[in-house]
Nanobody, 114 residues
Framework: VQLQASGGGLVQPGGSLELSCAAS????????MGWYRQAPGKQRELVAT???????NIADSVKGRFSISRDNAKNTVSLQMNSLKAEDTGVYYC?????????WGQGTLVTVSS
């Protein structure tokens, strides 16, 4: 199983980025997908998840600014990030989960700074 995250980079406060995760080696539509992040010196935290059926869960810290979506035909999950803040800086990881199966991508770095 491979989860390839992309789209990270340097953005100014108030800007936008869209992260994408391409999954392979699994039946994508069977999995709940998610994005997590880890800021320097902090634990990894949930950002957003989307179930097989399309139900989403967004962390309170990013609610109203971030949204998650999936395309089962393309085996991709995306995270649209708007109104970015300095505290959104971190490595963003893609996750695929189904029952006892739990897979992680390599992460993509997002830096929000002027």
């Amino acid at each position: 199983v491979q989860l390839q995250a992309s789209g990270g980079g340097l953005v100014q406060p108030g800007g936008s980025l869209e992260l994408s995760c391409a999954a392979s080696g699994l039946v994508f539509s069977y999995y709940d997908m998610g994005w997590y992040r880890q800021a320097p010196g902090k634990q990894r935290e949930l950002v957003a998840t989307i179930t097989r059926g399309g139900r989403t869960n967004i962390a309170d810290s990013v609610k109203g600014r971030f949204s998650i979506s999936r395309d089962n035909a393309k085996n991709t999950v995306s995270l649209q990030m708007n109104s970015l803040k300095a505290e959104d800086t971190g490595v963003y990881y893609c996750n695929a989960k189904r029952g006892g199966w739990d897979y992680w991508g390599q992460g993509t770095l997002v830096t929000v700074s002027s």
